[in-house]
Structures are given as structure tokens and as C-alpha cells.
């Protein structure tokens, strides 16, 4: 159940080139978050931007977090990509900003007990939503597969080798590690990946990144989620603007916000 | 604080409030019950209903465009069946007026559909849609044609003893030549606007930014136009106007109350601000405690 209220930024900094970190105090929605789900902000106070735009929440601390400093604050990673999120660059320390979440369904974790191994592969800003999963799970094994175009478009990488030493980066142009798309990255690791065993696969980024991973992977070894990125009106499942086309034989075209955005990647219809 | 009748009267309908959320923005209405008591508004309309499932329009269905969105949701909806086994039943729950929001493809569907409507429990009026500007074949030319409207109004209105909104395109030259048509033919109420019929283009990539290339356009870009229509169609006819077109706070509510609107929807606003409805009754309430006006009825029309 989302709400709708206001948060304080408590910082907003770029961390390099075009991708910036948004501290927000909002412990009513801090408290409740679950990996892969997100917020919708409204970035100004006016008609422009007019439609809110949607976050991942990249890390959030409980009010019963134990270092009190951290409790009820929730940190967004964004990049700047147009008219919203130029207007978020501008944002403040101390001022008000108006809040809806938690919204859509978030990942869902390996059954448990498992020892089985998860296997992340996320795409530019599409690493940032799942990141939240390393932080809430506790799996076997974990292979994290982070893509960007360049260099400066890999995100996350030092907070994932807390968690895991087996961390792959692909860029496109070959400015770090692998010169190649996450994708081939994967593909070129696959045999890592052979025995018995299933494992959890957790996917994010764009359309074409998430398509090419459903080409490469047997579902009945590697259970598959994927969370999509669209439009979206109002992010709260009430216009149905945000639409994926899935193989959902009534109503193919299902809500990105409200009955994903994460969805098993074999349902997704890719065109 | 003073008490201030805000009551309206919609055809047979006598909401408590002059507010009303608008089709196709506000769900089936339950998406909408964390963020305020969906009981304070005038009326819900929820997303327009056919007889048969529609799937709706190839994304992207949303962009947005200057102080506006284009729109082409393609009227996707579960049909009338599941319409009422699993939505309707929802409404019991609620004393705020349901109204139904319904089209067809044909002359025959809107016949059925009103019909069908008629029998069932806890429904307070329809609002036929003669007006969606971004499906083929639909409503489009009912909802540009005087002579079609008025036929289409007049064979629904003897399907239903229901309170009959129609609700009008804005895709016309004379508006309140429209407005006259349904009139005669037997609504009782007419609302305006729905979207315009808009489109935008993508300069990089040299596509359209919908999938289906043409939308609707709704929110405060539309509003001037909107207004101008509503004063020209309250002054056209006799039957109460319910106003619509980029109201995004009492003011806006206001402007289009004073040139006629018995009742005003809350359309866009609703997607960015989920509490519009309940902040725009808030802020009438004000208006009129500033005003010292003790009826709202009595600004209807006020303006001039
Ligand atoms: C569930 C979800 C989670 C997201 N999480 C993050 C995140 O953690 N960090 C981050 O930086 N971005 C995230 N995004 C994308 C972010 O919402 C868009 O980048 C933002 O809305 C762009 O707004 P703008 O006004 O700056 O750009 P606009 O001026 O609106 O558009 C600029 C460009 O961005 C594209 N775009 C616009 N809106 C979206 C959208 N909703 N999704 C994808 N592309 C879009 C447009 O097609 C265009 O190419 C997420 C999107 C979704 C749906
Ligand atoms: C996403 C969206 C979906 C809509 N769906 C419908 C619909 O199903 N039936 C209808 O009569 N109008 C529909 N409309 C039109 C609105 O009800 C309203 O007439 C229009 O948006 C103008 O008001 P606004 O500017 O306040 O949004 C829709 C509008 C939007 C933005
Ligand atoms: S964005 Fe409105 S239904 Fe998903």
C-alpha cells in the first residue's frame, strides 16, 4: 500500500559525469521498502515537468536500523537524461520534496533454504534496482554482471564487492573490462554456470539489454526475473500507460507499475 | 467553520459536491483509497467500459508533452462482464455516487450496454463516451456529427431511465452545435472536455512518440480551450454542464464554474497529485467562505 508524502533531501551530489546520488529522509517509506520496487517523485512544484517520474530506491534504512544517523533515509542514484531529471539537479539540502511509494511488486527472493548461486546482470542504470537484493539476501553464491556504454556509465561496482568477489564489467566501447555489450559478457561466463544446480537470475536495464538475456538463458535452469522500465503516468496502476506486452492470454497488456515492474522473464512478449 | 451547501443537481443526481473524478484517470477507484476517503468526492467515474474486453493500445501510451500529456491508452478494459463481477461489487463499500463511463463500436453496443446498465444495483447515472479521440472506428464519428449524436443520444436514452451524461469531443469546429444535438436528444447532462486529438514526434529516432501515433492531449495546456468550450456550451443550452479540461486545483475548479459548469472532473491532476479531488473541495469551500457565498449554485454562471 503506498502512500503519498513528503521527504526532506538530506543531500544530492554527482558522483561522476551525468549520474548523481539523491538522499532522502522519508522514514514512513524508508520503513517499508522491498528490493525492486520504487517511488515516484514529483521533481517540481510546478507544471514542469507535470507528470511525476519513477525511482528505484537504491538503498533504504529502517528506523530500526542500528546506526542511527542512516535510520528512515532512502538514497536514490539517477542520471541525468532530460527535463526531470535536470530539474533534480537543482534540489536541496533541507527542501521538501513530495513523495509516492513504495509502488510495484519488487523482486522475489530465492525460495529458502537455498544454497543455490544468483546471478545479477543489470545494464547502465538498470544495476541500480538491484542492487537492493544483495542486501536483503542471503543465497549461495553471487556472479554480478554490470554493463554500461563507458566507463563512466558503470555504477555501483565497489558496493557489489562487498557482497561478492565474482564481479564482471562490460563496456561497450571497452573503456573498462570486457569490450562488449553485459550480455556477451554473460555469455562468454556461461560455463561457469553448467552442473546441476539451478540459479537465480535477477535482470534490469534496457529493453534490448533484457531481450538478449531471455535469447541466452534456459528458463528451467535459470529462474528468471526481470524488472522493466516504461513511461509511466501516474505509477500507481490507475491509467494504464506504462504497459509491457506479456503472454498473459487475456490481458496481454499488463502495468509495468502495478503488476511489475518485475515479471518472471519468460512472460514478457518481446517484440 | 460555517456550513456551505455545496450540493448539485445532475439530472436525476444530487451530488454532495460538485467534484468528480473523470474517467480513465482514476482506475477502478481503489487505487486510489490509501491516499484519501474516496467517500468526500461528488462522484467517481470509473475507466470507460465496453461490452467486450478491449486490450487496448501498442506502448509507449503515454508522453508527456509542455505542461500536458498525450495519451493513446487505446480504452483498454476488462468488458462489461468482468466489469461487474469484479469491480462493481467494489463501489458497495463507498456512499459517493457511481457513475458509468461506456462506449461502443456501434449504434447496437451503446443501445445494449445502457440497457444492461439500467438493471444493475447501486449505479446513479452513465456518461456515454461519444468522444475517445485515439480508437478507430468507436465512438469518433457519433462524437463529431450533430445528426449521428443525436440519434446515437436519442436511442440510448430510451434504453435507460438512468441519469444520461453525454460526454463530448472537443474535435469539433461548433461545440455547442454538439451540445444542442445531445440535448435534443434527450441527455440530461452534457460533460466536456475529453482529450484532443494530438500527436508528437520524436526527431532522433524520426517515429512517433506513441505507439499508436495519434493521442489525446489533457492537462493545463488544454485548459483555456476547455474553458472557452464549457462558456459556449453553457450559454448554448439548458441543461446542466459539467465542466473538465486541465483542472489541477480549486481555482482552475472555480474559473470553470463561473462560466457555467454545474459540476466539474478531475482528469490528469489526479495521476500527479493522487489528493486533487479532496484538496479541490477544500479549496471551493474556502472560495466560498472568502466570498461570502453560502451556495455554490450560486456562483454557476456568475461570471460577466
Ligand atoms: C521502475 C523504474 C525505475 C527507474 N529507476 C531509475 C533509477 O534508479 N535511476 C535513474 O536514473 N532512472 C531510473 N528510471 C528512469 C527514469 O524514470 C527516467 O530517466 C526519468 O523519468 C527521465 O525523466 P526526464 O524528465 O529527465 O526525461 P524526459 O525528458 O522525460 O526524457 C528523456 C529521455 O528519457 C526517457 N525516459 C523518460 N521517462 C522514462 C522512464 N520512465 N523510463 C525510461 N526512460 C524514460 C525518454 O524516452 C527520453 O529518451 C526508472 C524508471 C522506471 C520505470
Ligand atoms: C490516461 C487517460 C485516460 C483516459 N481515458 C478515458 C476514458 O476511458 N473515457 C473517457 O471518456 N475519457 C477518458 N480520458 C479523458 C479524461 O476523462 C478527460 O476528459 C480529459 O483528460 C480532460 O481532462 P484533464 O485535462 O483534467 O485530464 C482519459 C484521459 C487520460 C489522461
Ligand atoms: S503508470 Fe499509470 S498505470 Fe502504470
Redesign the interface.
Known amino acids: 500500500m503506498p502512500l503519498q508524502t513528503d521527504g526532506t533531501v538530506t543531500e544530492n551530489r554527482r558522483i561522476k559525469s551525468l549520474y548523481f546520488a539523491l538522499g532522502i529522509y522519508c522514514p514512513s517509506i524508508a520503513d517499508r521498502i522491498k528490493p525492486g520496487q520504487f517511488v515516484m517523485l514529483k521533481v517540481s512544484d510546478d507544471n514542469s515537468p507535470l507528470l511525476r517520474r519513477p525511482f528505484s530506491v537504491y538503498k533504504s534504512y529502517p528506523e530500526a536500523h542500528p546506526e542511527k544517523r542512516k535510520r528512515g533515509h532512502l538514497f536514490i542514484l539517477y542520471k541525468e537524461v532530460g527535463k526531470g531529471t535536470r530539474k533534480m539537479t537543482s534540489l536541496r539540502k533541507g527542501q521538501k520534496v513530495d513523495l509516492i511509494g513504495p509502488l510495484g511488486n519488487g523482486f522475489t527472493p530465492p525460495p529458502l533454504p537455498s544454497s543455490a548461486s544468483s546471478i545479477l546482470i543489470g545494464g547502465g542504470m538498470g544495476i541500480v534496482s538491484l542492487y537492493p537484493l544483495v542486501e536483503a539476501f542471503d543465497t549461495g553464491g553471487l556472479f554480478v554482471f554490470i554493463g554500461g556504454k563507458a566507463e563512466d556509465d558503470v555504477m555501483c561496482v565497489e558496493d557489489f564487492r562487498k557482497f561478492s568477489s565474482d564481479i564482471f564489467i562490460a563496456t561497450e566501447d571497452g573503456s573498462l573490462g570486457f569490450q562488449g555489450t553485459v550480455v556477451d559478457l554473460f555469455l562468454s561466463q556461461k560455463k561457469r554456470f553448467k552442473g546441476e544446480g539451478k540459479y537465480y537470475l535477477y535482470a534490469c536495464g534496457p529493453v534490448a539489454m533484457l531481450k538478449a538475456v531471455a535469447g541466452v538463458v534456459e528458463i528451467k535452469k535459470f529462474v528468471s526475473q526481470a524488472s522493466l522500465e516504461a513511461r509511466m503516468g501516474c505509477g500507481f496502476g490507475a491509467c494504464w500507460g506504462c504497459v509491457v506486452k506479456t503472454n498473459h492470454p487475456k490481458t496481454p497488456y499488463q502495468r509495468v507499475c502495478e503488476n511489475g515492474p518485475v515479471f518472471p522473464l519468460e512472460n514478457i512478449a518481446w517484440e | 467553520m460555517q456550513n456551505f451547501d455545496l450540493t448539485v443537481k445532475i439530472g436525476k443526481i444530487v451530488l454532495q459536491n460538485p467534484v468528480i473524478v473523470s474517467s480513465?484517470?482514476?482506475?477502478f477507484g481503489g487505487?486510489?483509497e490509501?491516499?484519501f476517503d474516496l467517500n468526500h468526492l461528488g462522484a467517481i467515474i470509473p475507466?470507460g467500459i465496453s461490452l467486450e474486453?478491449r486490450?487496448?493500445n501498442?506502448?509507449?501510451?503515454?508522453?508527456?508533452t509542455?505542461?500536458?500529456?498525450l495519451?493513446s491508452?487505446g480504452l483498454?478494459n476488462?468488458g462489461y462482464k468482468e466489469f461487474i463481477q469484479k469491480k462493481l461489487p467494489y463501489y458497495k463499500g463507498l456512499k459517493t455516487h457511481l457513475i458509468i463511463n461506456f462506449f461502443g463500436n456501434t449504434e447496437r453496443e451503446y443501445i445494449e450496454l445502457a440497457r444492461r446498465f439500467e438493471s444493475l444495483p447501486g449505479i446513479s447515472g452513465l456518461e456515454m463516451n461519444i468522444s475517445c479521440p485515439n480508437i478507430k472506428r468507436c465512438g469518433i464519428a457519433f462524437g463529431t456529427d450533430p445528426r449521428m449524436a443525436y440519434r446515437l443520444v436519442r436511442a440510448v436514452r430510451k434504453a435507460t431511465t438512468l441519469t444520461l451524461i453525454a460526454k463530448l469531443s472537443p474535435n469539433v469546429t461548433d461545440i455547442a452545435l454538439m451540445a444542442k444535438s445531445v440535448e435534443e436528444g434527450g441527455a440530461d447532462a452534457v460533460s466536456l472536455v475529453n482529450t484532443f486529438r494530438a500527436m508528437a514526434v520524436n526527431i532522433h529516432t524520426k517515429r512517433p512518440e506513441l505507439g499508436n501515433v495519434i493521442g489525446g492531449l489533457s492537462?493545463?495546456a488544454i485548459k483555456p480551450i476547455a474553458v472557452r468550450m464549457v462558456w459556449e456550451v453553457s450559454q448554448a443550452i439548458s441543461l446542466p454542464v459539467i465542466g473538465m479540461g486541465g483542472i489541477?486545483n480549486a481555482e482552475d475548479a472555480i474559473e470553470f464554474i463561473l462560466v457555467g459548469a454545474s459540476a466539474i472532473q478531475i482528469g490528469?491532476a489526479?495521476?500527479?497529485?493522487?489528493?486533487t479531488g479532496i484538496e479541490v473541495i477544500q479549496g471551493i469551500r474556502k472560495y466560498l467562505a472568502q466570498n461570502k457565498i453560502n451556495r455554490i449554485q450560486k456562483l454557476v454562471g456568475a461570471f460577466g
Open positions: 480513465g484517470t482514476f482506475g487505487e486510489f490509501d491516499f475507466k474486453p486490450k487496448g501498442p506502448p509507449p501510451r503515454i508522453f508527456e509542455e505542461g500536458g500529456i495519451n491508452i483498454q476488462p492537462g493545463p489541477m490528469t489526479n495521476l500527479i497529485n493522487p489528493r
